[in-house]
């Protein structure tokens, strides 16, 4: 698999990410919140008056991250962890794309939620050891679906 972010795999949107936001289930970590919103294509889209995340995806696997200017005042700060997010998701996304379900779409909003004073001592290893704690949720989530 290649270790490339393309762009059917990044979620965009207001209404895209308050839709996982809302609908998703939350799976914790330490500093990292993830919402998973699963889809299943083949079920009629009337069952639910909003309209399917899935319209134009290619991707069986969408992820959007979002670092909220309350916990992080700073623009440089907030897109340094946003860059750290991205790049541990990158390098690391095989495991989750192993074990999707191919006729589901998946959609996933990480969100940072650590201290003010700790952004600024994050590292990429932190962030990775972090998402490699949450993944089997983020799995065992996406499956009870």
């Not at 209404?15 to 889809?39: K, T």
């Not at 979002?66 to 790049?87: C, D, G, Q, S, W």
């Not at 909003?109 to 949450?134: H, T």
Request: charged share 30%.
């Amino acid at each position: 698999m290649r270790q490339t972010l393309r762009k059917s795999e990044i979620l965009s949107g207001y209404q895209s990410f308050e839709q996982v936001l809302q609908n998703g289930v939350c799976v914790r970590g330490s500093f990292l919140h993830c919402f998973v919103l699963v889809e299943n294509p083949f079920e009629t889209a009337h069952a639910s008056r909003k309209p399917p995340l899935s319209r134009n995806r290619k991707s069986p696997l969408c992820v959007g991250f979002a670092v909220p200017k309350k916990r992080v005042p700073l623009a440089t700060k907030r897109n340094r962890v946003r860059r750290l997010m991205r790049e541990v998701f990158r390098k690391n996304k095989e495991q989750l794309y192993n074990t999707l379900d191919a006729c589901r779409r998946t959609s996933i909003v990480v969100v940072y939620r650590g201290e003010k004073e700790a952004v600024s001592k994050i590292s990429y290893a932190d962030v990775e050891r972090e998402w490699k704690e949450l993944i089997p949720q983020i799995i065992a989530a996406e499956q009870c679906k």
